[in-house]
T-cell receptor, first 113, second 115 residues
Framework: GENVGLHLPTLSVQEGDNSIINCAYS??????FIWYKQESGKGPQFIID?????DKRQGQRVTVLLNKTVKHLSLQIAATQPGDSAVYFC????????????FGKGTLLTVNP | DAGVIQSPRHEVTEMGQEVTLRCKPI?????LFWYRQTMMRGLELLIY????????DSGMPEDRFSAKMPNASFSTLKIQPSEPRDSAVYFC???FGVGAKNIQYFGAGTRLSVL
């Protein structure tokens, strides 16, 4: 699909397993982070976001962890389902006059039934 | 809510032709973003509007690209003249609030092919 890059990291899991998708960010001034899911042929869909004053945030079946010391973000999906198969993007923003969400390259998650 | 609506979904055109992409943001949202997605460069912000005013157009590639938001419910992205390297998927997203620290809701995109 259009959203798969030549060097897109991939993660393959069995249905029912937990998935962990990792993301490294580069800007130490970033204070807002967000995860999007993109299915083939569709636009990115919001999953969960977190601000830098937190290190963990939970949603429905998803948890985002933020480690500012090593500039690392992770998305955990519990009891992964076939419908979770998609490309997952992390994005960051440093605020101020920066209106850009800087997106990572994405990770392709494949859930095997 | 119908979400962000983009048209057309697919556009095939020849080099040199004018292309106009359209976007209807979610009602009540006051921020609108245009993005371009390619395999090589990923998702890139082209331009950001707040309350119909262009705030940041630093991502617009060159003068061939222009964007307008004549009212709160409609925006266009125009490429004139189009070139093969403009081939990409173009997304429009809207949000409520100012800047990028609010959830952006994306449309389904327009897949542009310039031959």
């Amino acid at each position: 699909g259009e959203n798969v890059g030549l060097h897109l990291p991939t993660l393959s899991v069995q249905e029912g397993d937990n998935s962990i998708i990792n993301c490294a960010y580069s800007n130490s001034a970033s204070d807002y982070f967000i995860w999007y899911k993109q299915e083939s042929g569709k636009g990115p869909q919001f999953i969960i976001d977190i601000r830098s004053n937190m290190d963990k945030r939970q949603g429905q079946r998803v948890t985002v962890l933020l480690n500012k010391t090593v500039k690392h973000l992770s998305l955990q999906i519990a009891a992964t389902q076939p419908g979770d198969s998609a490309v997952y993007f992390c994005a960051e923003n440093s605020g101020g006059s920066n209106y850009k969400l800087t997106f990572g390259k994405g990770t392709l998650l494949t859930v095997n039934p | 809510d119908a979400g962000v609506i983009q048209s057309p979904r697919h556009e095939v055109t020849e080099m040199g032709q004018e292309v106009t992409l359209r976007c209807k943001p979610i009602s009540g949202h006051n921020s609108l973003f245009w993005y371009r997605q390619t395999m090589m460069r990923g998702l890139e912000l082209l331009i950001y509007f707040n309350n119909n005013v262009p705030i940041d157009d630093s991502g617009m590639p060159e003068d061939r690209f222009s964007a307008k938001m004549p009212n709160a419910s409609f925006s266009t992205l125009k490429i004139q003249p189009s070139e093969p390297r403009d081939s990409a998927v173009y997304f429009c997203a809207s949000s409520f609030g100012v800047g990028a620290k609010n959830i952006q809701y994306f449309g389904a995109g327009t897949r542009l092919s310039v031959l």
